[in-house]
């Protein structure tokens, strides 16, 4: 729950790898009630390592190369270097949906590192996917990898509530007890969407609150305007969705986030996990057109708490033939490609510090 009398501070970015040292992933959480979420900069794609006082969790681990994997596990090597009471384990990992860019490294990760369980939409499409592979390990593996599939039929079971349970929320901290739930799952049947809407993998994204005292953090994969809306629906009159911390969805694309969408968050911060906007191919931000200058203008209408100081930035405008625009920003809105690696954390009661690492 939110409280609109706490201090959101910004580290600037000269004093923040004073802080860090090598990297992001050395940022101390700043005490033993701290939560610190690592938005990982694995390029055009999206990785979140969510640190607690008790143990970790990882929400997708994809990227556009294989140097993105390769920045992905030196990441976490580098963590658990420093967090050694945690064993070198993930107690879970998320996938929200099965694509490239949120599941290319998912198997190297689990071959890696110790896994406590693996939670996903049940939609694990192509042998060779990432998610597939994942399964077969999770299978194989000695010993074996707790599985949770969420579908909508189990979400909508559980009502406004979301799913929980010990895979989904398997950490008990002795002196703040996180909690997390996802919102929405993958869909069996088509709830009443055009047809192509529903064979659209990015709908089926697993939507995922974590609050940690009064922090709280959603994560919304690729979720598209459809699965968005059907999102709304369910918790309408709820504050399932009001939160502080807000990954902006499908890499801010201009259909990841709606304008009713923010208003139903009030974020205090958001994050877009996307690559360099540069003019390459394979894949990229470019190509993508990510973030859209209109969802970063929409995200802008609703933040109210500032960057440490004014940058400008580089967003796409257009529908195809996108066009590169230099953005002055001055909200709290950070990204992988602009950023670096990036470390939002909190104390139970709120109180944020943003450090980023190019």
């Known amino acids: ?3 609109w009398l706490r201090t959101l501070i910004v580290w600037p970015t000269a004093l923040a790898a004073l802080i860090v040292g090598a990297g992001a992933a050395d940022a101390q ?11 990982i900069n694995v390029d055009q794609g999206s990785a979140a390592l969510l640190e607690f006082p008790c143990g970790a969790i990882l929400i997708d681990a994809g990227g556009r190369t294989s140097a993105s994997t390769t920045h992905l596990i030196g990441y976490l090597n580098a963590f658990f270097a420093r967090r050694i009471d945690l ?4 107690d879970a990992i998320f996938l929200s949906h099965n694509h490239q860019d949120h599941d290319r490294a998912l198997l190297r990760v689990a071959q890696t590192f110790r896994v406590g369980g693996y939670v996903h939409n049940g939609q694990a499409r192509g042998a060779a996917s990432g998610a597939s592979r994942m399964l077969a390990h999770a299978a194989s593996a000695s010993p074996r990898i707790p599985v949770r599939a969420i579908t909508e039929v189990e979400v909508a079971a559980a009502g406004t509530a ?16 996180p909690r997390i739930r996802v919102l929405s799952g993958g869909y069996g049947a088509n709830p009443g969407w055009r047809s192509g809407e529903f064979r659209n993998p990015n709908n089926h994204s697993l939507v995922v609150r974590v609050d940690y005292g009064e922090a709280s953090f959603l994560f919304t994969g690729d979720l598209e305007l459809t699965g968005i809306a059907t999102l709304l629906s369910r918790y309408s009159g709820t504050r399932a969705l009001d939160v502080d911390v807000y990954v902006a969805g499908h890499h801010g694309a201009d259909n990841g986030t709606t304008l009713q969408f923010a208003n139903a968050m009030t974020p205090e911060v958001a994050v877009i996990s996307m690559g360099p906007p540069i003019q390459i191919g394979g894949g ?4 993508h057109g990510h973030p859209r200058r209109s969802t970063v203008e929409l995200l802008e209408g609703v933040i109210s708490r500032p960057r440490a100081a004014p940058i400008t930035v580089m967003v796409a405008e257009g529908s195809e033939n996108f066009r590169a625009l230099d ?3 001055t909200d709290a809105i950070y990204a992988t490609g602009w950023d670096g690696d990036i470390v939002v954390s909190a104390g139970a009661d709120g109180v944020f510090r943003v450090v980023t690492i190019p």
Do not use: F, N
Request: glycine share 14%; proline share 12%.
């Open 1 to 3: 729950m939110k409280s």
């Open 29 to 39: 959480p700043g005490g033993p009630d701290q939560v610190a979420v690592h938005y």
């Open 87 to 90: 064993g070198r384990r993930l």
């Open 162 to 177: 979301g799913v929980g349970g010990p895979i989904v929320d398997p950490l008990a901290c002795a002196r703040v007890d």
């Open 284 to 287: 990229s931000a470019w190509k």
């Open 327 to 329: 953005h002055p920003l």
